[in-house]
């Protein structure tokens, strides 16, 4: 049998956006805030250590960064050490890499840390760095970068389903409110429907308040065996099931039906049979929102409404507080930034800290299972479901 | 003192593909597409086409595959206009379409000469070879003259 396994701690740097400083200080301060948030954990206790960061040879030019990042974060694992690079879903699949390592009994305590440093001083190489996601030499070479795929994955949905520019708004709308109260978060004013409608158009249907953003900023947490975690916190938030899948790369050979992300409901039907849980069962959820759109398509696959009623779920607030399921409630990708190898991290201390009750005016009344959901790609996705000592 | 050092070229920066036979197994296809043919590879053994091409068969692992052409137009199944943040060498707007060319070759291309307000769903492309630095070409598509 695997053995279970915890979050015992996490942090963030303190403001994501625009950050003074290498990646190498983004390292160290996502490390300290992580450590800070429990004085119980010992660094040097630390046997693994997972890097999520997905161009540092590029922004950082350093290669070689498992030890490097371990090094600055002042920890020196001694069972398992790597990085993980799954473009915008990195954070997670580190979580993922941690689990399995200490469900394995490769290590009893490890450390995730998400870290990525987008602003550099040559602005253009900022899209150049980009293009790296996509297939390179067959797409991101004729210019392809993120906005215009979700955009086109956006008017499938639309067109298949009648979901409406104002229905991807309101997504936007609630994720900048929720940021608002969020003290991370790059963009914590809240919008109106109407100001996103009105803002800069980006990549049709798009406009610039429906689009995460190019964010630097750092997030760790540190997993553990049942037994550690216990001793470690009073407070204990489990993995209750979690997969992952794609279909494709290049966009020529992914599923066919933009609209529908058959991937994506595969993965998260996989992880819901392993928690033993259903969608509804699911009180929170940290959704991959790098466009508005995105979280539309995502309420459906994850099964929070019925396939085509994405648009008609955010309307009547089905993801809102109040609501079946609160969707984002730290702000998610739009509001808080998309460091790419940090966000899914950070995700997942939002889950943290809303299932220990520990989300202030964020919270989320009575929170017992949380869902983290992140992506790297229309047909990429990775899925993590958490739940407090009482659902186990 | 350490001197400034030559950046007239580098690679890490140079998002067009290297196109030549000591760079690139492929460049045939970029051979094909500088006579105005766009190609891709077929496996004469699955009777399948790629998109993109390959060197060797992902279903079967031959590497024994074909060049074939393409046809000479294809359907826009879904576009964006784009307004914001292209890639050095690009300009604004640029329109991005998923264009099917048979029922087993459809891709993400750009459309150009084409009034942005005039794109729409079902509408019929054609391929248009595209000039790019360093003595390269590149692909992509326009409105059927």
Redesign the interface.
């Known amino acids: 049998m695997p053995r279970r396994v915890a979050l015992i701690a996490g942090g963030t740097t303190h403001k994501w956006g625009v950050y003074p400083g290498t990646l190498r200080d983004i390292v160290s301060e996502a490390a300290k805030a992580c450590f800070d948030s429990n004085p119980r954990v010992n660094s040097r206790d630390i046997q693994g250590f997972i890097f999520c960061s997905v161009f540092p040879e590029?922004s950082a030019y350093q290669s070689h960064t498992a030890p490097w990042a371990a090094e600055s974060a002042g920890v020196a694992p001694d069972r398992i050490f790597c990085r993980v690079e799954n473009m915008c879903g990195s954070g997670t699949v580190g979580i993922r890499t941690a689990y399995t390592a200490i469900a394995a009994g490769l290590a009893d305590l490890v450390m995730v840390l998400g870290a990525e440093k987008m602003f550099i001083p040559n602005r253009?190489?900022i899209?150049?760095n980009m293009?790296t996601g996509v297939?390179?030499?067959?797409?991101?070479?004729?210019?392809?970068?993120a906005?215009?795929?979700f955009?086109?994955a956006a008017?499938?949905h639309m067109?298949k389903y009648g979901t409406t520019e104002e229905h991807l708004a309101m997504v936007s709308s609630k994720n900048h409110r929720n940021a608002s109260r969020n003290p991370y978060a790059q963009f914590p004013k809240p919008c109106t429907v109407e100001e996103v409608l009105a803002s800069?158009?980006?990549?049709?249907?798009f406009k610039?308040f429906d689009c995460s953003s190019i964010t630097d900023g750092g997030a760790a947490v540190i997993l553990a065996t049942e037994e550690l975690a216990k001793d470690l916190t009073d407070n204990p938030v489990y993995i209750l099931g979690t997969c992952q899948a794609a279909s494709g790369f290049?966009?020529?050979?992914i599923p066919d039906d933009?609209a529908d992300w058959v991937i994506l409901s595969q993965a998260a039907q996989t992880a819901y049979n392993m928690a033993g849980i259903k969608p509804q069962d699911v009180d929170v959820a940290e959704v991959h929102d790098c466009f508005s759109a995105s979280e539309i398509i995502e309420y459906e696959a994850l099964g929070f409404c019925p396939q085509g009623e994405g648009g008609n779920f955010v309307a009547t607030g089905g993801s809102d507080y109040g609501g079946q399921v609160v969707v984002n409630p730290r702000g998610g990708l739009i509001g808080c930034g998309h460091p790419l190898g940090a966000t899914g991290v950070a995700q997942a201390i939002e889950i943290f800290r809303q299932l220990r009750n520990e989300a202030g005016e964020r919270q989320v009344a009575n929170a017992k299972i949380g869902l983290n959901h992140n992506l790297s790609g229309i047909a990429e996705h990775h899925v993590v479901i958490y739940g407090r000592q009482e659902v186990l | 003192m350490i001197n400034e050092f030559n950046l007239d070229y580098i690679y890490?920066?140079d998002?067009?593909?290297q196109q030549s036979p000591e760079h690139n197994k492929l460049h045939t296809f970029f051979e094909n597409l500088r006579a105005g043919r766009l190609t891709t590879t077929r496996c004469p053994s699955c009777q399948r086409d790629f998109?993109?091409p390959r060197t060797v068969c992902p279903l079967c692992h031959s590497n024994t595959l074909e060049w074939v052409d393409l046809p000479s137009t294809g359907t826009v199944r879904?576009?964006?206009?784009?307004?914001?943040?292209?890639?050095?060498g690009?300009t604004l707007p640029?329109v991005?379409a998923?264009v099917q060319l048979t029922d087993q070759?459809?891709?993400?291309?750009?459309v150009i000469r084409v009034d942005p307000a005039e794109m729409e769903?079902g509408m019929t492309v054609e391929p248009v070879v595209v000039s790019a630095p360093r003595d390269r070409v590149?692909?992509?598509f326009r409105p059927k003259i």
Request: charged residues 15%; aromatic residues 12%; glycine residues 8%.
């Open positions: 590029r253009q190489e899209v150049l293009l297939d390179r030499e067959w797409e991101g070479s004729t210019g392809l970068t906005p215009v795929q955009a086109l008017q499938a067109n800069k158009p980006v990549a049709t249907p610039i290049n966009h020529a050979n933009w | 890490i920066m998002y067009i593909p998109w993109p879904g576009f964006s206009i784009q307004t914001s943040g292209a890639a050095p690009l640029m991005f998923r070759v459809g891709f993400v291309a750009r769903v590149m692909w992509a």
